[in-house]
């Protein structure tokens, strides 16, 4: 199928792509990144936006940078900038290893990591990141620009806090201290499809005991979330398996799981047990 008509708009500052948002956005106004969910949603006629402003030509929305402390993720940074470490230490190698469980090599080209954000699909994997790492994601429009916590982004299924005339203009990620150790693990029937269910941990160990633990869930839910119940069971405790478990259980537990047509809410919680407890085994399998 092809797309319903629209009007085309190729911005090359910031600014001209937010009074575009401003004037277009009123009218189903949409922004156009790495196009990866928008396009094809467009040629089944699943979305019909009336404006596209494709901001692929503002050279500033490039940017990848650390700045106080936090690693800056502008708005046309694609999944492939990831393939190797960006930052030396923990963060750059964790996302390098996230990003290759991301759909497929072609769609890495083009998808963009603000736009995974800004998407919203449950089983995003960067949306996952930005919720256990605590992002914060920076939305600017004509009329100003906000902070916006990652715990108060993601609001539903494909349901963000950002209004109509917003631009995720970029993401920052807090810079991992030395000797974190994180483990990420999903669970898809095929190479490359959707994750029914995945975990993100990153903890330390500190005189033998875990510590500074942060426990992430996602594609299990309308959105990620940090799991604060499964934290408590890692906090101060050795790291053995039964610890592990215990953590696992409070994950399934604490989620309110998604159901379809093959997957049941049991099937679900079993799943996030499985997947948090296999993070949790690869965070201490390595230090990443």
Request: aromatic residues 6%; hydrophobic residues 50%.
């Amino acid at each position: 199928m092809k797309p319903a008509s629209f009007r085309y708009h190729a911005p090359k500052t910031i600014e001209e792509a937010l009074a575009m948002l401003a004037e277009y956005a009123p009218d189903d106004g949409r922004v156009l990144a790495g196009g990866q969910s928008l396009v094809p949603t467009m040629a089944f006629r699943l979305a019909r936006p009336h404006h596209l402003v494709d901001i692929n030509g503002i050279e500033a929305l490039r940017r990848l940078a650390v700045e106080d402390g936090k690693l800056v993720i502008g708005a046309g940074v694609r999944h492939q900038a990831f393939h190797r470490p960006v930052v030396e230490g923990p963060l750059g190698a964790l996302l390098s290893a996230v990003m290759r469980h991301i759909a497929h090599y072609p769609i890495r080209t083009r998808g963009t990591f603000c736009g995974s954000l800004a998407h919203a699909d449950p089983a995003s994997e960067w949306c996952l990141v930005a919720a256990t790492l605590g992002a914060e994601m920076v939305a600017r429009s004509a009329r100003g620009t906000r902070i916006i916590a990652a715990a108060d982004f993601f609001q539903g299924i494909m349901t963000t806090a950002l209004e109509a005339d917003e631009l995720l203009a970029e993401v920052r990620l807090p810079i991992l201290p030395a000797k974190t150790r994180a483990g990420f693990y999903e669970f898809n029937r095929r190479a490359g499809d959707f994750a029914m269910g995945m975990a993100l941990v990153t903890l330390r160990l500190e005189n033998g005991v875990m510590a500074a633990p942060h426990v992430g869930v996602g594609g299990a839910e309308p959105h990620p979330r940090r799991i604060t119940a499964a934290e408590a069971q890692l906090a101060g405790r050795a790291p053995e398996p039964a610890v592990f478990r215990a953590a696992a259980d409070a994950a399934a537990a604490a989620i309110d799981p998604l159901t379809d047509a093959q997957t049941d809410a049991v099937y679900r919680r079993e799943l996030v047990a499985v997947v948090t407890r296999r993070a949790l085994e690869q965070a201490m399998g390595q230090t990443v």
